[in-house]
């Protein structure tokens, strides 16, 4: 019979989500209350709201957390539900396609030239 | 007492259906399994392992209601009628309520149940402090009834490749026994997306365990001793 081994692998996607769901935990209620403390807001005001350096990369960072953690997350369901290879390489790509690509977005909406 | 049992018989070709079964049985101080080996004088059809009849064996593991328990420590006083007696999810039925348990006994076998130790044997046995033997408590109770792996949706997913809760909890009793030496080449085994890690906390095997075991925490002190080994 062929020994059964692990991957080696897997300890370090875990600790990625919960380092990245502490993260999120602590910046999401911050980031939530800051907005929401400066609400009704115009589009100047809403602009103002994120022209503090400090505030866009918090933001950013927790965008980073956020797609990383979803990668883990959606990692694990495409691992449970997608069994043909093919299909599920397709979709894993196409995940990190979406993901990066809303960070890189939301990157150059935050330091769009005024 | 009305009962509502799971039938499957395979080489008469019919699908498996629930038979409802009246039974004149007094509750009080008696257990479900009492009740089935009761139905099971009336209609000898009925196919259900048991052995030991008082929680030990692990035999009669049955998911009575919804929940995975073992009918012989199963009080008929605490159950809702009708009182619905079905196999183990996630295993091969067999008959009745009699499942095919080779996916669980596979995974039990890959994490090596067995103390590994290749120093030359003392003349006496291989002594314990107190201390090391405390922390194999809660982890070598378990008697391999399957109520946890296969309460475990993970398990259900991925039979194949997940070691499931019970396979978890006997890899971290020998894992933490002070007198076993593999702990490295057990953890290497471990380590991996799939035997490990398709656990996600959903800790229906603690709520399915009928000895009262947490085979989530041992999996917790696992994982711990995967990261304090890479970090």
Known sequence: MKAITGAHSGTGSWLLQRATAVLLALALPGLAVYVLAALPVDFAGWQALFAPQGVRVLLLLAAVALALHAWVGMRDILMDYVRPTGVRLALLLAVIVVLAGSVVWLAAVLWRPA | ?231
């Not at chain 2, 919804?66 to 007696?85: D, Q």
């Not at chain 2, 194949?160 to 076993?180: H, K, N």
């Open chain 2, 1 to 231: 007492m009305k009962f509502r049992l799971y039938r499957y018989s395979p080489e008469t070709g019919e699908q498996p259906f629930m038979q409802d079964v009246e039974l004149d049985i007094e509750p009080a101080g008696r257990m479900l399994l009492d009740a089935l080996i009761a139905i099971k004088a009336q209609d000898e059809t009925l196919s259900m392992r048991r052995s030991c009849r008082e929680g030990v064996c692990g035999s009669d593991a049955v998911n009575v209601n919804g929940r995975n328990r073992l009918a012989c420590i199963t009080p008929l006083t605490e159950l809702k009628e009708p009182v619905e007696v079905r196999p183990l999810p996630g295993l091969p039925v067999i008959r009745d309520l009699v499942v095919d348990m080779a996916p669980f006994y596979q995974q039990y076998r890959s994490v090596k149940p067995w103390l590994i130790n290749d120093t030359p044997e003392p003349e006496v046995e291989r002594l314990q402090l107190p201390e090391d033997r405390d922390r194999l408590d809660g982890a070598y109770e378990c008697i391999l009834c399957a109520c946890c792996t296969t309460a475990c949706p993970s398990f259900w997913w991925n039979p194949e490749t997940f070691v499931g809760p019970a396979g978890l909890l006997q890899a971290w009793r020998f894992i933490a026994d002070s007198r076993d030496e593999a702990t490295a080449a057990r953890l290497d085994n471990l380590e991996d997306p799939y035997r490990l890690y398709r656990c996600r906390g959903i800790m229906n095997c603690v709520d399915a365990c009928p000895k009262g075991l947490n085979p989530t925490a041992a999996i917790g002190h696992i994982k711990a001793l995967l990261v304090r080994r890479r970090v």
